[in-house]
């Protein structure tokens, strides 16, 4: 292993790489790739990368990306792409195939905003308008956790009791552009960590099979109930893909959510992404300061990881989740699934939602801080709070 200064970007090419190439004793590995900014350099480092037995194929748009990508993980070969915002959109019809095909795909989605407008900036939108299609989702703080999460991912999306395909997430620039020390796994270590792919449903060319043809209704019904109950099955597993991890590369990659001071905390701060970091230093100071603060980073979004939600929130009264996305007339997505998940198990549990970060805005200490004097000052939990907009002026007619 070898520590070296890299983005986000960089950490998510290194770990697609890493584990394409130790498939090559297998079926080896293959990917549809297409740029757009900002993940382009994911798809630079991979397009460069000496695959022992595998091919990256530039194709002419994101929905030819994933296609090609289908077509590889179909063969049996480990594949992989990357994509964000209105890439992600012209790619959602097949990254809906991928998944009802039960693919292990693992794809990074560097998060930016929708447009229009155009803006190149942070906001969750992209990856989580995907949010009901059957794949995981696991959301990244920094460079290690991109480059770690990314091969665990693998491991995880290809296990039999899933074969389902993953998404590992990251804020736009902040983690993309973002140069950072991180530890550097050898293909050796990768190797051991990542055996060969076996897919069972794999096309073979002496057996004669059909992939995604008419089913009846309870064919189809049938096959949404193995997808809900390897969605079950994903926290257990993802516990041991964890466990191997720490046994191979001497680090862990990171519990489904990351809790800090909320053993006695009254007030608690969901946060997921880059807003952990700064999140986590005000918490810091404030229970420094005798505060009973605490913050709780969800990692992993899909499954939502209800009961380890609501144990961190035992001791709590009041909840706020900072969400940097926004679903129209209904608030943030990570404050809805935060609601259901207490729902008819905290009757006393204040759970207010701000939006924050959204298009690429800053979430700065003074933020926190503001949501933090708004939290503790409710008694109800009310609409969602806009943050950094003055919703009292009048709006551009």
């Not at 077509?71 to 012209?90: C, H, P, V």
């Not at 990881?305 to 943030?332: F, I």
């Amino acid at each position: 292993m070898s520590v070296q200064v890299i983005t986000g970007n960089h950490a998510a090419g290194y770990a697609l790489s890493a584990a394409g190439e130790a498939n090559r004793t297998s079926r080896g590995t293959a990917c549809g790739i297409y740029p757009i900014t900002p993940q382009t350099e994911i798809v630079e480092y991979v397009a460069k990368f000496p695959f022992s037995k595998g091919r990256v194929v530039p194709v002419e748009s994101e929905h030819s990306a994933m296609a090609v990508t289908i077509g590889a993980s179909i063969a049996g070969a480990r594949a992989f792409t990357a994509s964000s915002s209105n890439g992600l959109a012209y790619m959602t019809e097949n990254i809906m195939v991928a998944g009802y095909y039960r693919l292990p795909i693992v794809m990074v989605g560097v998060n930016r905003t929708l447009g229009p407008p155009w803006n190149i900036w942070a906001d969750q939108g992209d990856t989580l308008m995907l949010r009901d299609f059957p794949w995981l989702q696991l959301y990244c703080e920094d460079s290690q956790e991109v480059l770690d999460t990314t091969l665990l991912a693998f491991r995880l999306a290809e296990d039999h009791r899933i074969l389902l395909p993953a998404l590992t997430c990251m804020d736009a620039f902040i983690v993309s552009h973002t140069q950072t020390e991180t530890t550097m796994p050898d293909q050796a270590d990768v190797d051991r960590y990542l055996p060969d792919l076996d897919l069972p449903h794999r096309m073979r060319y002496d057996e004669a099979r059909t992939i995604g043809g008419l089913a009846w209704p309870h064919e189809g019904l049938s096959m949404r109930l193995e997808i809900d109950e390897a969605m079950k099955r994903v926290p257990d597993v993802y516990q041991e893909c964890r466990q191997r991890f720490s046994e191979v590369f001497g680090r862990d990659p990171g519990d489904v959510i990351q809790t800090f001071g909320t053993e006695d905390a009254t007030q608690i701060l969901i946060v997921t992404g880059t807003m952990a970091t700064t999140a986590r230093e005000v918490v810091r100071e404030r229970r420094a300061a005798g505060e009973k603060i605490g913050l709780v980073k969800i990692k992993m979004f899909r499954p939502f990881p209800e009961g380890a939600l609501r144990e961190a929130c035992a001791t709590a009264e009041r909840v706020a989740v900072l969400d940097r996305n926004y679903a129209a007339g209904t608030g943030g997505v990570f404050w809805q699934d935060t609601r259901a998940a207490f729902q008819g198990h905290r009757d006393d549990l204040l759970i207010q939602n701000y939006l924050t970060g959204l298009c690429g805005e800053d979430v700065t200490p003074a933020v926190i801080g503001d949501i933090l004097e708004d939290l503790s000052e409710r008694d109800a939990a009310g609409e969602p709070v806009w943050m950094g907009i003055d919703t009292t002026k009048e709006t551009l007619q």
